[in-house]
């Protein structure tokens, strides 16, 4: 099982920004390549739903509610992802939680709040 560290979450007033990151220190780097990175949130009674998936080369893609908002950054030799959250709005007010997967498994961080007020 991959160990996944979050970090970043807060309160943020509506038209800020958070950034949140992700690490995986117990992975080796030549095991941590053949990760396709992803980023999950859950809000209170809705699905968790995928707001972003990056392959090794830094290669991202978005869902519709988050592009031209959000942004990925990857730095294989730190082993970590980064989230960079921009305009946020009240909707994105949710725990963020990132994950690894590779043939078929996926492993999850332990989340991070991330609250917007309006």
């Known amino acids: 099982q991959v160990q996944l560290v979050e970090s970043g979450g807060g309160l943020v007033q509506a038209g800020g920004s958070l950034r949140l990151s992700c690490t995986a220190p117990?992975?080796?780097?030549?095991?941590?390549?053949?990760?396709?990175m992803e980023w999950y949130r859950q809000s209170p009674g809705k699905q968790r739903e995928l707001v972003t998936s990056?392959?090794?080369?830094?290669?991202?893609n978005y869902a519709d509610s988050v592009k031209g908002r959000f942004t990925v950054s990857r730095d294989n030799s730190k082993k970590r992802v980064y989230l960079h959250m921009n305009s946020l709005n009240p909707e994105d007010t949710a725990v963020y939680y990132c994950?690894?997967?590779?043939?078929?498994?996926?492993?999850w961080g332990q989340g991070t709040q991330v609250t917007v007020s309006s």
């Open positions: 117990r992975t080796i780097f030549s095991v941590f390549i053949d990760f396709t």
């Open positions: 994950a690894a997967a590779r043939g078929g498994i996926r492993d």
């Open positions: 990056t392959v090794s080369s830094g290669s991202t």
